[in-house]
């Protein structure tokens, strides 16, 4: 067994597919099949469970899947040193500082405290740019709400935290008096939204969100320039938005936000890291942003 056997399956794994694997992997699929093939005969038991349009992995295939991951990350690691790279290390995080609001600080400092030498390139990212990235194999950690899980893929997941969904409005608006917001109240109410461009879950997701109530959200603009050009919009027009309450951390004085009663589903935010080959110090980051989360749960 060599480590390209154990790339050429973690690959597969991760894609759940051999065309997509081998086209990631510059191979041709018969051979990339072949050498998964010749890994299951050494091992001497079944990794894969071939369907017709996609891959799963044997209960044998997952446990093998983690060990596989971990010494693929080691002998990165491993190269780095002896190539004299490891002064040098870069950890590339794709987010949206709404995401990780009232975390992000600490983590960062008990990181650079924990790992001096690597060096982390933060992104404010849309969630269209930050797809594009992940797929170009320019993201090492990227942080997402669940809604864009699956349009990234070969990423693992691993929940991040949760948030709760409000209304966001100018002071001047007619429910802002209210001190909670009846989802029904949003019946016929016109609403600012994110556009389909740059945020392409968002229509939906409120969508799904607002069904169990009766709701069809109302939205009669879209901004694609993300949350800071539509609080501008809100304001010029006294309007109301949908978010996640992490936004209080970026909401201007004259805008206020207002939970809903009976509450809407939390948003579930998701830390990814590319299945295949990742980053060895992402996994610790993401941990350091889900250890100030409960924190930060706690305290409230």
Known sequence: MELR?????????AHGSFSRAAHNLHLTQPALSRQVKDLEEELGVPLLVRGTNAITLTEAGEIFYEEARDLLARADQA????????RHEILRVGYGP??????????LERFQAAVPRVRLELEDLSPREMKEKALAGQLDLVIVPDSAENSIKGFQWTELRRMAVVLVMSRA????????????????????????VNFPDYVPKIRAVLKPFGVVPNFTVLENDGVTTMFAGLEATQGATILADGVVSVLPRSL???SFSPALPDVVILAGLPADRPNVHAGTFAKLLRDEAVRKKARA
């Open 98 to 107: 709404s995401l990780t609001s009232g975390i992000m600080p600490r983590a």
């Open 5 to 13: 056997h154990l790339r050429y399956f973690a690959a597969v794994a």
């Open 256 to 258: 206020l936000m207002r």
């Open 173 to 196: 608006h007619p429910l802002a008096k209210l001190g909670k917001i009846p989802p029904k109240r949003l019946i016929g109410l016109p609403l600012h939204g994110l556009g389909r």
């Open 79 to 86: 190269v780095q040193r002896v190539r004299g790279e490891a």
